[in-house]
């Protein structure tokens, strides 16, 4: 059978169950013509994890699917501000960095694994401790993850940004030029690049699980534009989006190997490095608005503190409870 087939078949099922369960027919039918029209615009990256749905079987969603892909995180949180799409989850990190009048809403939280972002240095650097990178050129995207954990970092050895010699980068160009010899210090997450630091030689100095406020703090929430609030479908779309994916986390649980298989081959790196820097935690849960707000307020004042800002933003604004009730409990 078809997805198209299949999708036709499931929904012809529901029409009859939900007729039957007392609902006019009128209704059901509108609902369905409702959804049929929805284009779903989503944040899309390399590997994400909605590109599992096929396999995880959740592919026959009765709206559309429009994936739009986009870079680093900071690009991705832009183009929600700008109306580039509708739904995304968004690293909590770059809503620091929003407008004050974003149209942009958040509910929920989903932590990051703190073992998938690293520090290296270069062998010879006379780089023993976190410390010793005092007055060294550090490698980092800025307005991400690894920003948030280059603060910590200096937090924790009693150093600010003046004491060290910043050099923002994207990932991969943090990479390319630690592989140079342009740095002496970068910070890396997951798979390409930190998979190119260690084969040229990068030796890991520690991990982002060793800063208790980065490995916390870091994560991302389900974000929204504020228009797609005002559509009744769009909203029914969303959640089911939703439920979709939280399936699919559970399904690449039990199918790991096979999700790194694939990783690897997007990557060009092996399997079990992709095992190695997992970003996303096991039995992943969305947490409650409450978490996320509480751990958002602590990223937007590690950046105040690390003089990455120059005022506290109102991250309050961002927070909307009817997008979190559209989050499904199961």
């Given at each position: 059978m078809t997805s198209a087939s299949r999708r036709s078949f499931l929904w012809k099922a529901f029409v009859v169950s939900a007729v039957g369960c007392g609902f006019p027919l009128a209704r059901v039918l509108a609902k369905s013509d409702d959804l049929a029209r929805v284009v779903l615009r989503i944040a899309n990256a390399k590997g994400s994890d909605e590109t599992f749905f096929s396999q995880a079987g959740v592919d026959d969603t009765p709206y559309?699917?429009?994936?739009?892909?986009?870079?680093?995180?900071?690009?991705?949180?832009?183009?929600?501000?700008?109306?580039?799409?509708?739904?995304?989850?968004?690293?909590?990190?770059?809503?620091?960095?929003?407008?004050?009048?974003?149209?942009?809403?958040?509910?929920?939280?989903?932590?990051?694994?703190?073992?998938?972002?690293?520090?290296?240095?270069?062998?010879?650097?006379?780089?023993?401790?976190?410390?010793?990178?005092?007055?060294?050129?550090?490698?980092?995207?800025?307005?991400?993850?690894?920003?948030?954990?280059?603060?910590?970092?200096?937090?924790?050895?009693?150093?600010?940004?003046?004491?060290?010699?910043p050099v923002a980068l994207s990932a991969q160009d943090s990479a390319s030029a630690f592989i140079s010899g342009d740095v002496d210090v970068v910070l890396a997450g997951m798979y390409a690049p930190s998979y190119q630091i260690e084969q040229s030689g990068g030796e890991l100095l520690v991990g982002g699980e060793h800063f208790p406020g980065f490995a916390n703090n870091n994560g991302y929430a389900v974000a929204v534009h504020r228009q797609v609030l005002t559509d009744p479908a769009k909203k029914q779309a969303v959640s089911d989006y939703i439920k979709r994916l939280k399936e699919t986390w559970s399904w690449l649980d039990q199918h790991e190997d096979l999700w790194a298989a694939e990783l690897g081959r997007l990557f060009g790196v092996p399997a079990q490095f992709i095992l190695k820097h997992r970003p996303r935690p096991y039995q992943t849960e969305i947490l409650a608005s409450s978490d996320g707000r509480s751990r958002l307020d602590y990223v937007a004042r590690s950046f105040l503190d690390g003089g990455a800002i120059p005022a506290l933003p109102d991250t309050s604004r961002l927070w909307d409870d009817e997008l979190e009730s559209l989050i499904p409990a199961t």
């Open positions: 559309q699917i429009r994936p739009v892909r986009l870079g680093q995180a900071s690009l991705s949180a832009e183009a929600l501000n700008a109306g580039a799409y509708d739904f995304a989850l968004q690293s909590n990190i770059s809503s620091v960095f929003l407008p004050a009048q974003t149209p942009i809403r958040l509910a929920g939280f989903i932590g990051f694994r703190g073992e998938a972002f690293k520090l290296y240095v270069r062998k010879g650097a006379g780089i023993d401790t976190p410390g010793q990178i005092k007055g060294k050129r550090v490698a980092f995207m800025r307005g991400g993850p690894l920003h948030l954990m280059l603060l910590e970092v200096l937090k924790q050895e009693k150093l600010t940004l003046a004491d060290i010699r």
